[in-house]
């Protein structure tokens, strides 16, 4: 489906990768993984044609071949309905084949005879082409790809410019499935899912027939949707392939760090000896040369000399080699501490008969909680179900309706938003 040939990507004397090499047919399921600036989205927007490389090829293997491209950052006509941006390119081609019936079915109106054989032909072929199934969306598959994606309660006569940037995200995932392509590139596809937008999606792709590549931070959706792993190494600005999916390439990966490791080690004390061996003889034969004045003995301080001098050429030799091995580097490493922390009393959080509206709207109401130090709570829930709320409501960012909730003894209270 997709022929990739040594691609090569700079911005001005900044590489990206290149020697980019790899092939997609239908069936493969393939997760592009690399730290952020490692040239992921780059990639992805060569192979749809958004940008162009500086050296290779992309190539469709098959004329017909369909490409789903999912960004990161979509872009609508605020004022487009969502029944609109999910027709797409289909909706369009419908209404310029029903004005075109419309004029042919004019011209014919006022057509000599000479004209009408071939207005008759193209008004029949365009009467044929507007009943194809395929430019239109059947209500059923929009109504069920509307729903996996937590979209069912908006209504599809409605505005773009309502909706918030999760909606937006599953808006445009939702547009790119109904068109059915042979080939799906998406970008961060589980950025704003909840929970069960996300097994929906896992569960589709699963069932999903032709061949995807996708760029994800999250390794459970990677491991449950690719059986080939594709890495860019910022470091070496190149592009390696790992059979499996996402666990079992970490494992093939850590077992690769260690043995570097291993064998770096093994090097670094091989130097270590050679280095030691001519510390050694540089000692003789100085000594050999300031304790005597006699020739032979001079000569045998030279020789030794001469043993040190090939002894350094063999380190420098193995440090110019091919097979020196450089010293390990973490690139993909954070640290964390918490320092100057004072525990905390037995109870961290205690909510009592917590509500929250906006309006008459209800997000929830009769909620209690009590946290104890050491335990560690995932809070789970539909988008818009008020998780964001609450958490503003424990730093005191919001304000609740009714209840109350109160931090314990010696509490520092840290704080991740969703926008930083």
């Known amino acids: 489906m997709l022929q990739v040939s040594n691609l090569g990507k700079r911005y001005g004397d900044t590489l990206v990768f290149e020697g980019v090499h790899f092939t997609l047919n239908a069936g493969d399921r393939a997760g592009l993984v690399g730290p952020n600036g490692s040239g992921k989205t780059t990639l992805l927007r060569i192979l749809v044609g958004e940008e162009r490389p500086d050296t290779g090829s992309v190539q469709r293997t098959a004329a ?34 029903a004005a075109q019936v419309e004029e042919l079915a004019q011209a014919l109106s006022t057509a000599d005879e000479s004209e009408r054989e071939a207005l008759e032909k193209s008004y029949a072929a365009a009467i044929e082409r507007m009943q194809d199934a395929s430019l239109y969306l059947p209500e059923y598959q929009v109504q069920a790809i509307m729903a996996g994606l937590g ?12 909706l918030s940037g999760g909606q937006k995200t599953r808006l445009g995932l939702a547009r790119l499935l109904l068109s ?31 061949g995807m590549l996708i760029v994800s931070h999250d390794r459970a ?46 090097q670094q004390e091989r130097i270590a000896r050679l280095q ?9 034969a100085r000594k050999i040369e300031k304790e005597t004045i006699d020739f032979h003995y001079r000569k045998i301080a030279k020789k030794v000399a001469r043993q040190a001098t090939v002894r350094k050429k063999r380190i420098e030799r193995m440090l110019e080699s091919e097979d020196h091995l450089e010293k390990p580097q973490l690139t993909w490493d954070i640290k964390l501490e918490f320092v100057n922390t004072p525990p905390s009393g037995q109870d961290v959080l205690v909510i009592e008969d917590l509500a929250k509206s906006f309006g008459e709207r209800r997000l929830f109401a009769g909620a209690n909680l009590i946290l104890q130090r050491g ?46």
């Open 64 to 97: 017909n071949v369909r490409i789903g491209y999912l960004p990161q950052a979509l872009k609508y006509d605020d004022e487009a309905t969502l029944r609109q941006v999910l027709a797409g390119s289909r909706l369009l081609d419908a209404d310029q084949l």
């Open 151 to 162: 979209l069912a309660d908006v209504d599809p006569s409605a505005p773009v410019r309502i």
């Open 180 to 210: 059915n392509p042979s080939l799906l590139l998406l970008d961060e596809p589980t950025n704003h899912l909840d929970i069960t937008a996300l097994e929906w999606l896992e569960e589709y792709l699963s069932q999903y027939a032709g």
């Open 221 to 266: 959706f990677l491991d449950r949707t690719v059986n080939q792993i594709y890495e860019l190494d910022p470091l070496t600005h190149s592009l390696r392939a790992y059979p499996g999916n996402y666990s079992e390439y970490a494992q093939t990966k850590a077992r690769e760090r260690e043995k570097h490791a291993q064998m770096y080690r093994e």
């Open 276 to 284: 030691g061996a001519v510390h050694q003889l540089d000692n003789q």
């Open 375 to 420: 335990e560690r709570i995932a809070l789970l829930g539909p988008n818009g179900s008020g998780k964001t709320t609450l958490l503003r409501m424990i730093t005191g960012e919001e304000a609740p309706t009714a209840g109350s909730l109160q931090l314990g003894a010696n509490v520092q209270l840290g704080y991740f938003s969703q926008e930083q």
